[in-house]
């Protein structure tokens, strides 16, 4: 993966979790009758997916190769 089609790819993750975290907001907010609250709310808590998807470590035990003898 190249490092622009990889800086898109984290933009675009971002996005999506961004955006779920305002519908879930505007969802909770129509229960809560708290709008604003609940979209402020939601739009954090997907900023913070975002930021945990695109910042995951990948397990060095996923890549290193087995020595059975």
Same mark, same amino acid.
């Given at each position: 993966?190249? $490092? +622009?089609? +990889?800086k898109?790819?984290?933009?675009?993750t971002? @996005?999506?979790?961004?955006? @779920?975290?305002?519908i879930?907001?505007?969802?909770?907010? @129509?229960?809560?009758?708290?709008?604003?609250?609940?979209?402020?709310i939601? @739009?954090?808590l997907?900023?913070?997916?975002?930021?945990?998807?695109?910042?995951?470590?990948k397990? $060095?035990?996923? /890549?290193?190769?087995? +020595? $059975? /003898?």
């Amino acid at each position: 993966m190249s $490092k +622009k089609s +990889k800086k898109q790819a984290e933009r675009g993750t971002w @996005a999506l979790c961004i955006t @779920a975290g305002l519908i879930i907001g505007i969802g909770l907010g @129509a229960i809560l009758d708290n709008l604003l609250l609940t979209v402020l709310i939601g @739009a954090a808590l997907g900023a913070a997916a975002g930021y945990y998807f695109t910042h995951q470590r990948k397990s $060095k035990a996923l /890549h290193k190769p087995s +020595k $059975k /003898h």
